[in-house]
Nanobody, 122 residues
């Protein structure tokens, strides 16, 4: 059983930065696609970014501001968030899937973390 645990959320000011981490246990996920999604109050969970073995993909709303990376030795994925905006406020979820074709679709992912809250004050 794969477990994903997010950390690094918190309060930041607009224009600031935060780095989220997603630590996996139970299985080596180096061959998995890892994704980040977020859900703001009253809204659907939306795609933020994904990282495969060699490529990264981002939602237009975060492109140029957010960067995903992975440390396979530590079974951990990171989301570096810069130039934060108030509209980035949400619970951020890490996800993993071994047969992901459509990175933006939630149901492509098999495992999910519990989420970490990110709040950006304007």
């Amino acid at each position: 059983q794969v477990q994903l645990v997010e950390s690094g959320g918190g309060l930041a000011q607009a224009g600031g930065s935060l780095t989220l981490s997603c630590a996996a246990s139970g299985r080596t996920l180096s061959s998995y696609v890892m994704g980040w999604f977020r859900q703001a109050p009253g809204k659907e969970r939306e795609f933020v970014g994904a990282i495969s073995r060699s490529s990264t993909y981002y939602a237009d709303s975060v492109k140029g501001r957010f960067t995903m990376s992975r440390d396979n030795a530590k079974n951990t994925v990171f989301l570096q968030m810069n130039s934060l905006k108030a509209e980035d406020t949400a619970v951020y979820y890490c996800a993993a899937g071994d047969r992901v074709l459509l990175f933006r679709r939630r149901n492509e992912y098999d495992y999910w973390g519990q989420g970490t809250q990110v709040t950006v004050s304007s």
